[in-house]
């Protein structure tokens, strides 16, 4: 099992920043890839960014440039740096770790508005 647990959400003005991280506790060591989704009010969760145990990663279209995904091994704990933010960035955030099953976290509102 791995238990996963979001924070960094909050209000924020269009064109401001915020970190999101994910702290993995459990079975952390199975783990082989981690990712952030979204799900906005009334649409599909979707794929936000991904990062691999070597590193890698990946990002949707619409936050290329924007957000960096990265990871602290020692802290087991992914992050999720959010510039440049628009409106249509506002949803909750979920992170996802990837191991033999997945695990979702909690969840946190992030909310871009003037």
């Known amino acids: 099992q791995v238990q996963l647990v979001e924070s960094g959400g909050g209000l924020v003005q269009p064109g401001g920043s915020l970190r999101l991280s994910c702290a993995a506790s459990g079975s952390i060591f199975s783990i082989s890839a981690m990712s952030w989704y979204r799900q906005a009010p009334g649409k599909e969760r979707e794929l936000v960014a991904t990062?691999?145990?070597?590193?890698?990663?990946n990002y949707a279209d619409s936050v290329k440039g924007r957000f960096t995904i990265s990871r602290d091994n020692a802290k087991n704990t992914v992050y999720l740096q959010m510039n440049s933010l628009k409106p249509e960035d506002t949803a909750v955030y979920y992170c996802k770790a990837y191991s033999i099953a997945t695990f979702w976290g909690q969840g946190t509102q992030v909310t871009v508005s003037s």
């Open positions: 990062i691999a145990t070597g590193g890698n990663t």
